[in-house]
């Protein structure tokens, strides 16, 4: 061997000593040619190892197109063949069937994003070739690593031009793509710690929320269903100069197209800027083929989108505060499609990922930071008889980050995630809780129903003048409080009659009303601090909506401002929130409480975690009253119970905020709230109408507001996935009326109260049909609530009211199961229906 190297024929030869020094001249040059190489790639790729989650950023347009500023039309209009990816990034068989296999059990930490990145395999001709460098105008997502250079040469890139602007459409082909699964899914150990569900299902799926214990059903479940996700980026910033942009990529196993385009903008003038992001596989590709079917041997079966997304905040300001909200919502195809699903399937989205954000910056080193984001939407139960459409929101933990000290650097984030569906065949369950509300079969709950309360329009229909009679339903309940307190009739009657007079001002509608927002208590008339009034600035915000807010607040806007605020104390974000539900004696409730020293409640609703979430903590803050040490502070808005994006947003103000829950029987809950919008809106259908999809087969609506705010059960789950059980107390709205004291003693219990208000704050007052407030020791005038609480109920068709009944049954079971408390509505039901 050493005698074949030239240098040693050159040293054992005689060669003469001139070429002996050329040759180590030669030698000494090329060596120095390769340590300049090598030096100056260093210099050109200094964020090589950032490349792990720095995905190759485009500037895609909705259409899925790359657009560049800088190219010209007529030199980037060809398509070349692709080149084969490199062996790193191509999906091995291994794993392509560890994908296949569905393994739930799948770590997070498996989904390299080397393995996500998309092998773009690009061919240049020519001047054609376009390097997509992170300085080009219109350029989103920057990645300067050498990685993605490699990637994109290596891409199957199509370039073409459309009109005058030039635009690249990218074909990218990304490897398999095994989702991941969250390591942490508070949602399984709430269900797992739960009385009802543990006691019935020993595992618990952590990622669907569904038994893993399930008998094979049937296995022809198909599961057609589009995913839509809406991501939203914030930037909340100190100083001029941040912009933020943002790109969306959407990827499956088999394909990775690009389906949004940039948001940019500076935030010097917009402090809090928002780039949304809508994804949907409807669009171009539904999950049908994009996304992958996996056949689960539990009878089960399901389909998975991944999703990128990606974000770039440039900041010149001190500090910046960026957060994401990913939410996705998963809809149900047209009834056709349906026909697969045999009626008693059901349907459960989650989303699953992780957030990978690195900063770029003189001052902040170079370190990715990872989060993992996981939701779970609720339990679905599917029909062949239901409605065109149906979707729900996945409520996902939001995100967020603050970097601090940046000096002309940036922050790029990528959203890494999938989506995933399950359906689940009729008699997949063997549970009994479970195929208790298997049986409603006829039941799909409408998407914009469930998503959001406050846009949904509950009466759809053709209307028409109410047929029945008013029945006045509430004396039943009162009938039954044998062990109820009462005063002395003649004197209660007098007293509270005139009280409830001096209660009941004109009615006052829109503007007016608010602009006479009062915050007096309806049975503690005290006066209440100005700080409790909302402010001239804040009345837009507290819009109403005529359909689903509460009368709480309007009757609220008509007392009188009363300027007696006391100036010390601080505003505080409430620790205790009444969160429904709507019509369920939420008001009597609070304003019960309220008569505690303890207690300093706002008197409107705020709204906040609903309508007016966008304003931020501190305007919800300057709502409350000023509490001094000891005193809790509190809010209700019972629409919170029934909107998916409050039990996060409530559990990211504070982890341990405490919760109440006013539960009333589902069917006189539902004729309370009809009742309410009838008082405004005469024309409306009749209850009886309202009811049925079909009323002739039977078909309950369950789309209709005031029905679905019943399923209790559905309603809880979101919230089991924020907060434990031993947070949120349940309070029964019967009870709360035939023995008020024995409820308020659960209620300062729980809240860690001492126990002030008893059975002497109450009296039953036979005019009103209900209990009032009064002092202790008959100190002060007795106070009822308004006119608007304890309304007539119109007649219902009793035959409408048995099939409510039968239509809530599963569910009240369900949720006695969940709350571990039977509530014993079907008992009242019965006792009421004997009776009548
Ligand atoms: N003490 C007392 N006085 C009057 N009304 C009482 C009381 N306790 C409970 N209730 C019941 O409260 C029902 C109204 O519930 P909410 O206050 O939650 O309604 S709202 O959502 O705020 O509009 C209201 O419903 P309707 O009877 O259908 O009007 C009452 O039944």
């Not at 949602?187 to 569904?210: M, T």
């Not at 999938?418 to 006829?442: E, I, W, Y």
Request: net charge neutral; charged share 25%.
């Amino acid at each position: 061997m050493a005698r074949c190297w030239p240098g040693t024929i050159l040293f054992s030869s005689k060669a003469p000593r001139k070429l002996v020094f050329l040759f180590t001249l030669s030698l000494s040059v090329t060596y120095l040619f390769y340590s300049l190489l090598n030096c100056y790639s260093s210099l050109q790729f200094p964020l090589q190892d950032a490349s792990d989650f720095l995905q190759p950023e485009a500037a895609i347009s909705p259409t899925g197109t790359i657009r560049s500023a800088s190219l010209k039309p007529d030199t980037i209009s060809r398509s070349v063949p692709s080149q084969p990816a490199p062996r790193s990034s191509q999906p091995s068989p291994g794993r392509t069937a560890q994908g296949k296999s569905a393994s739930r059990n799948r770590s997070s930490g498996s989904r390299s994003s080397s393995r996500r990145a998309p092998q773009i395999n690009t061919s240049r001709t020519n001047n054609s070739t376009k390097q997509l460098s992170p300085e080009q105008p219109g350029r989103i997502g920057v990645s300067s690593t050498k990685e993605r250079q490699r990637s994109l040469l290596e891409s199957n890139l199509e370039i073409s031009t459309a009109g005058a602007t030039s635009s690249q459409s990218i074909n990218v082909k990304s490897p398999h793509v095994p989702p991941a699964t969250p390591t942490d899914n508070p949602s399984a150990s709430s269900l797992q710690s739960h009385p009802g569900f543990h006691s019935a299902n020993s595992n618990w799926d952590p990622l669907s929320g569904f038994p893993s214990n399930l008998s094979a059903g049937d296995s022809d479940a198909d599961i057609p269903v589009t995913v839509k996700v809406v991501a939203e980026e914030r930037s909340v910033q100190s100083g001029a100069g941040n912009r933020l942009r943002s790109s969306v990529e959407k990827s499956s196993t088999s394909d990775r197209i690009p389906v949004n385009s940039e948001k940019s903008s500076t935030l010097d003038s917009d402090p809090i800027h928002a780039a949304r992001i809508e994804i949907s596989t409807v669009d171009s590709d539904p999950i049908h083929s994009a996304g992958e079917k996996v056949s689960r041997a539990d009878g089960a079966a399901e389909k998975r989108a991944t999703f990128i997304f990606l974000a770039q905040t440039t900041s010149t300001s001190e500090s910046v505060t960026d957060q994401l909200e990913i939410s996705g919502i998963p809809s149900h195809p047209p009834a056709q499609d349906l026909e697969t699903l045999k009626a008693g399937s059901h349907l459960r989205s989650s989303i699953s990922g992780q957030k990978s954000s690195i900063l770029d910056g003189d001052l902040i080193p170079k370190k990715p930071t990872k989060v993992n984001i996981s939701g779970k939407g609720p339990l679905y139960p599917i029909g062949t008889e239901t409605s065109s459409e149906g979707n729900h929101t996945i409520p996902t933990p939001q995100t967020s980050g603050t970097w601090d000290r940046i000096t002309n650097s940036s922050r790029r984030t990528s959203y890494d995630f999938t989506v995933q569906s399950r359906a689940f065949p009729a008699g997949s369950f063997d549970t009994k809780l479970l195929n208790s509300v298997s049986s409603t079969s006829s039941v799909l709950l409408s998407p914009s129903a469930v998503r959001n309360t406050s846009g949904y329009n509950p009466f759809p229909r053709e209307s028409g003048k109410p047929e029945s009679a008013p029945l006045p339903i509430t004396e039943t309940i009162y009938d039954k409080a044998s062990h109820y307190k009462q005063k002395d009739s003649t004197e209660t009657w007098e007293t509270a009659s005139s009280s409830a007079e001096t209660l009941i001002s004109p009615d006052l509608e829109g503007d007016e009303a608010y602009k006479s927002m009062r915050s007096l208590s309806y049975w503690d008339r005290t006066p209440l601090a100005a700080t409790e009034m909302i402010p001239e600035s804040h009345t837009g915000a507290l819009e109403k909506d005529t359909q689903e807010s509460s009368t709480a607040e309007e009757e609220l806007n008509r007392r009188f401002p009363v300027n007696c605020t006391p100036e010390y104390g601080e505003k505080k974000l409430p620790q205790a929130i009444i969160i429904g539900v709507k019509k369920g004696g939420t008001r009597a409730l609070l304003e019960a409480l309220r008569a505690h020293p303890d207690v300093r409640a706002v008197g409107v609703e705020p709204h906040f975690f609903d309508r007016n979430y966008e304003k931020g903590l501190e305007w919800y803050r300057d709502l409350m009253p000023r509490t001094i040490d000891g005193q809790i502070t509190m809010e209700k808005t019972p629409s919170y119970f029934v909107t998916n994006e409050a039990p996060q947003r409530i559990h990211s103000m504070a982890k341990d905020t405490k919760l109440i829950v006013v539960v009333r029987n589902p069917v006189t809950r539902a004729i309370s709230d009809y009742t309410q919008t009838l008082s405004k809106k005469p024309e409306i259908p009749t209850f009886e109408v309202l009811a049925f999809k079909n009323r002739t087969l039977g078909l309950i609506d369950a789309s209709w507001s005031a029905l679905r705010i019943g399923i209790y059960a559905l309603h809880l789950e979101s919230w089991m996935q924020y907060f434990p059980l031993s947070q949120i107390l349940f309070v029964s709205g019967e009870r709360l009326i035939s023995n008020p004291a024995e409820e308020l003693a659960k209620v300062q219990d729980f809240l860690g109260l001492r126990r002030i208000i008893t059975e002497k704050y109450f009296y039953f007052n036979k005019t009103k049909g209900f209990p009032c407030l009064k002092k202790p020791e008959d100190t002060g005038a007795p106070r009822c609530l308004g006119k608007s609480k304890g309304r007539t109920h119109p007649k219902i068709d009793p035959d409408v009211i048995q099939r409510l009944r039968k239509f809530y049954k599963p569910f009240n079971s369900m949720f006695y199961q969940m709350t571990g408390e039977d509530f014993q509505w079907e008992k009242d039901e019965l006792e009421s229906w004997t009776s009548g």
